[in-house]
């Protein structure tokens, strides 16, 4: 088994997903058996950024036409980096940008995208979600090349991946692919900017998430103290975002963010679909909801059937006290 990883940056730094696309990487196979690929013009401080994570080595994929991302440019470099790696898995991270390329990738070498997988068993048996996550499918490389697989956002906790990190920095080599500026049919324009993100929901560690049960905007604070007892941030569904009751980033679900923290304390939300999609991975899922038969309670690893003002006011007091 040997794993090409192909990590993405955004402002000359690795992006997150890169190093949850390393977890799941691993997965596969023991750091050794992992190259890590960086991808542009001058990636000398993304090497050596991706050098300090538990990877066998680190190749750059330099080419002055790789300084802006083109599909094009990418799949062309690719393709040569992998007929010259030979791996038995490549993969990614489920970025708006590598759904526009990796298909594409896959294809020309004859194999299709395993994409948005968000468990990895044995075999390796890749797990994907199915009808906005109502069901899950498990998918199989079969038949000769790489198998091209794309991992979600929040799916693969990066917690152990210092930790396990190589004793040294992993070697890094370069590889330049041959493209000529003729293959790059697209013209790139300004790189898209997502709006200012004052808080990464993603990597909290504790989070307290308040639905529609809150009932009005001035009841918020009551579950913001809750939040400032447990150290957490404070999410919501969408309705109470789009009621403009909290900023469009702290919306948790499918149109949302996807978390994983530790601990997830959904208060007044009923569990529909779109908003579990963007929570189930979390490791300790506790519902508040005076509905006993609230979806919540399905995925909850503790369910509090109760009035959520009296719950919550409860619950903060307990918390204080036992920080006491
Ligand atoms: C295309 C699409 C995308 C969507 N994307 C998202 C998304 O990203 N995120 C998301 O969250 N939703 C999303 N939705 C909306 C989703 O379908 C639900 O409508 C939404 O999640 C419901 O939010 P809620 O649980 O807060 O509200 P409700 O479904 O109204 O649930 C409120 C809950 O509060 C409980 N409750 C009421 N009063 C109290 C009380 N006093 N004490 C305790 N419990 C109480 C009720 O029993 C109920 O279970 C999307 C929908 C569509 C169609």
Same mark, same amino acid.
């Given at each position: 088994m040997?794993?090409?990883? =192909?990590?993405? @940056?955004? #402002?000359?730094?690795?992006?997150?997903?890169?190093?949850e696309?390393?977890?799941?990487?691993?997965?596969?196979?023991? /750091?050794?058996?992992?190259?890590?690929?960086v991808?542009?013009? @001058?990636?000398?401080?993304?090497?050596?950024?991706?050098?300090?994570?538990?990877?066998?080595? =680190?190749?750059? $994929?330099?080419?002055?036409?790789?300084?802006?991302?083109?599909?094009?440019?990418?799949?062309?470099?690719?393709?040569?980096?992998?007929?010259n790696?030979?791996?038995?898995?490549? $993969?990614?991270?489920?970025?708006?940008?590598? %759904?526009?390329y990796?298909?594409?990738?896959?294809?020309?070498?004859?194999?299709?995208?395993?994409? #948005?997988?968000?468990?990895?068993?044995?075999?390796p048996?890749?797990?994907?979600?199915?009808?906005?996550? %109502?069901?899950?499918?498990?998918?199989?490389?079969?038949?000769?090349?790489?198998?091209? &697989?794309?991992?979600?956002?929040?799916?693969?906790?990066?917690?152990?991946?210092?930790?396990?990190?190589? +004793?040294?920095?992993?070697?890094?080599?370069?590889?330049?692919?041959?493209?000529?500026? +003729?293959?790059?049919?697209?013209?790139?324009?300004?790189?898209?900017?997502?709006?200012e993100?004052?808080? #990464?929901?993603?990597?909290? @560690?504790?989070i307290v998430s308040?639905?529609?049960?809150?009932?009005?905007?001035?009841n918020?604070?009551?579950?913001?103290?809750?939040?400032? +007892?447990?150290?957490?941030?404070? /999410?919501?569904?969408?309705?109470?975002? !789009?009621?403009?009751?909290?900023?469009?980033?702290?919306? =948790?679900?499918?149109?949302?963010?996807? &978390?994983?923290? %530790?601990?997830?304390?959904?208060?007044?939300?009923?569990? /529909?679909?779109?908003?579990?999609?963007?929570?189930?991975?979390?490791?300790c899922?506790?519902?508040?909801?005076? !509905?006993? !038969?609230?979806?919540i309670f399905?995925?909850?690893?503790?369910?509090? *059937?109760?009035?959520?003002?009296?719950?919550?006011p409860?619950?903060?007091?307990? *918390?204080?006290?036992?920080?006491?």
């Amino acid at each position: 088994m040997s794993v090409l990883l =192909v990590l993405e @940056q955004s #402002d000359g730094k690795i992006k997150r997903a890169s190093w949850e696309a390393l977890a799941a990487a691993l997965r596969l196979g023991p /750091a050794e058996s992992i190259t890590a690929a960086v991808i542009g013009a @001058q990636t000398a401080a993304l090497a050596a950024e991706a050098a300090a994570k538990p990877v066998g080595k =680190v190749v750059r $994929v330099e080419h002055p036409l790789l300084a802006q991302y083109t599909a094009d440019g990418f799949c062309a470099a690719l393709q040569q980096l992998i007929q010259n790696e030979s791996p038995t898995q490549v $993969v990614f991270p489920h970025t708006y940008q590598v %759904r526009d390329y990796a298909p594409a990738l896959a294809c020309r070498m004859g194999q299709v995208l395993i994409g #948005d997988v968000v468990g990895i068993d044995d075999g390796p048996l890749f797990t994907r979600q199915l009808m906005q996550g %109502r069901l899950n499918g498990s998918y199989r490389h079969s038949g000769n090349g790489p198998c091209f &697989v794309s991992v979600q956002a929040g799916a693969f906790r990066t917690d152990g991946i210092d930790a396990s990190a190589t +004793a040294g920095p992993a070697p890094i080599t370069t590889f330049t692919p041959t493209i000529d500026a +003729a293959q790059i049919r697209c013209k790139p324009g300004e790189p898209f900017r997502g709006s200012e993100q004052t808080v #990464d929901l993603g990597s909290a @560690q504790r989070i307290v998430s308040v639905g529609r049960g809150i009932k009005e905007a001035q009841n918020l604070p009551m579950a913001q103290e809750l939040a400032t +007892a447990l150290g957490a941030e404070l /999410a919501a569904s969408r309705p109470i975002c !789009d009621n403009g009751w909290l900023p469009m980033e702290r919306q =948790v679900g499918s149109s949302g963010q996807t &978390v994983a923290p %530790r601990l997830y304390l959904a208060v007044g939300i009923s569990g /529909a679909i779109q908003h579990l999609v963007g929570m189930k991975g979390s490791q300790c899922i506790v519902a508040i909801n005076k !509905d006993p !038969d609230a979806p919540i309670f399905e995925v909850a690893d503790y369910g509090i *059937v109760g009035d959520l003002f009296e719950v919550v006011p409860a619950l903060t007091e307990a *918390v204080k006290a036992a920080k006491q």
